[in-house]
């Protein structure tokens, strides 16, 4: 993990330097996953508000994995979604992603 992303998580925030490893090993072990749903959204291209095969990957890929509660076309938008993973305790992340 970068250095930029380590100081980024721990300083005061209670992410602790085994959470991050924690975190690091989790995305590694997905990594083929994750690149197979890169590769179909980047072999279907789609501009703004027409991305239905992102949307359909990336719920698909969420719903699949164990805990989550997953949220298609989220907060009256066709293309949004949301994924929550809640067990009760510890700390919140939360991600964006977007791109122009």
């Known amino acids: 993990m970068t250095n930029a ?8 925030g209670g992410i ?3 959470l991050i490893r924690e975190i690091e ?3 590694i072990a997905r990594t083929e996953d994750l690149h197979a749903v890169q590769t179909k959204i980047h072999d279907n ?5 027409e991305e239905t095969v992102a949307h359909e990957e990336c719920t698909r ?4 994995l164990p805990g989550w ?3 298609r076309h989220a907060y009256g938008f066709d293309t949004a979604w949301s994924a929550v993973f809640d067990n009760g305790a510890g700390p919140v992340v939360g991600f ?3 791109s122009k």
């Open 5 to 12: 992303l380590t100081a980024l998580l721990s300083p005061n």
């Open 16 to 18: 602790t330097p085994e």
């Open 25 to 27: 090993a989790a995305t």
């Open 45 to 49: 291209p789609q501009l703004a508000w």
């Open 61 to 64: 890929y969420m719903e699949s």
């Open 69 to 71: 509660k997953v949220t």
């Open 96 to 98: 964006n992603s977007e």
